[in-house]
């Protein structure tokens, strides 16, 4: 594999034309005509009867039907502010598959919970959710003004984690009443998750980035052409084969820049003019 062809080693913005823009713009189309030409019931989670196969395709339309006008008003507000700050780091594909993990992490939880009866789901909060923590993830910095708040403006990451307090709280206080609550927060997990596939250790912003993850253990790669360690620190001016480059990829990609040596540093700067035709 290549050193243009690793994905830690592309461009983290769409090619021009392919952002998530028009993808943003027709997500909130289709909420709007789904409100004024489906009814809900069709389109909505109704585990009334308990699971039905049914229910797999109303995972997805769920996440598109609304039951009144202000529902719909303030989901589209929500999906517009925070999608814009989305989709210039974001393809179509990329941006509709963030909609539908908030959406369908939802519906998954709420169809678990009420698995034998009596609920019906509806409404696209959970994939709104999805993507404010992605707004705060990709524009940690960016400030929002708050009507009726004192200390506005406020950051996309304060925003974000008040927000999550406060729906914790709120989920918490309604005892056995918080399920849309519940289904926000798992709103915010699916896009998290998904947001830590697409761009790994390259966020700006992680708000679990605190959490000490379990060590896996490192496997080094013998040196190419069964040579030692030693005979490779001693020998710069041969060529860079393509198992030496893929072992000095391996390693920035697990380690990061900084645990690379000098004569790494050096060996990836020849592999680089031999791609260039250089040498």
């Known amino acids: 594999m290549g050193l243009h062809n690793r994905e830690y080693m592309r461009s983290p913005y769409p090619e021009p034309g392919n952002d998530g823009r028009q993808m943003l713009f027709t997500l909130i189309i289709i909420n709007i005509v789904s409100f004024f030409l489906f009814k809900t019931a069709p389109l909505a989670l109704n585990m009334m009867n308990g699971f039905q196969p049914i229910n797999i395709l109303q995972l997805i339309s769920a996440g598109f039907v609304h039951y009144d006008f ?12 925070f ?21 369908i992490t939802g519906g998954l939880v709420y169809m678990l919970t009420h698995f034998h ?16 923590i992605a707004a705060a993830m990709l524009e940690p910095e960016r400030r ?8 506005s403006p406020i950051k996309t ?35 998290y998750i998904l947001m830590k596939i697409f761009y790994r250790s390259r966020l700006p912003w992680d708000p679990l980035r605190f959490v000490k993850m379990p060590e896996v253990p490192k496997f080094t790669t013998p040196p190419p052409s069964g040579k030692s360690s030693a005979d490779t620190a001693g020998n710069s001016d041969a ?19 900084n645990s690379l040596s000098q ?5 990836l700067k020849k592999a680089r003019r031999q791609m260039r035709g250089e040498e």
């Not at 202000?70 to 502010?81: D, K, P, R």
């Not at 929002?144 to 200390?151: A, D, G």
């Not at 309604?174 to 709103?187: E, V």
């Open 144 to 151: 929002f003004v708050m009507l009726f708040l004192p200390f």
């Open 157 to 191: 990451t304060t925003l974000v984690i008040c927000y999550t307090v406060l729906e914790v709280l709120m989920m918490l206080g309604n005892g056995g009443g918080g399920t849309s609550h519940l289904l926000n927060l798992c709103g915010f997990a699916g896009g």
């Open 117 to 132: 009866g009596m609920g019906i789901l509806f409404g696209s909060s959970g994939a709104v959710c999805a993507v404010m």
């Open 83 to 103: 999608g814009k700050l989305v989709t210039p780091y974001m393809t179509r594909q990329k941006f509709l598959m963030l909609y539908l993990a908030g959406s």
């Open 263 to 267: 004569h790494e540093l050096e060996r």
């Open 70 to 81: 202000w529902q719909l008003f303030f989901s589209m507000w929500g999906l517009y502010i």
């Open 239 to 257: 060529p860079v084969t393509q198992r030496e480059l893929d072992a000095l990829l391996d390693k920035l990609s697990r380690e990061g820049i």
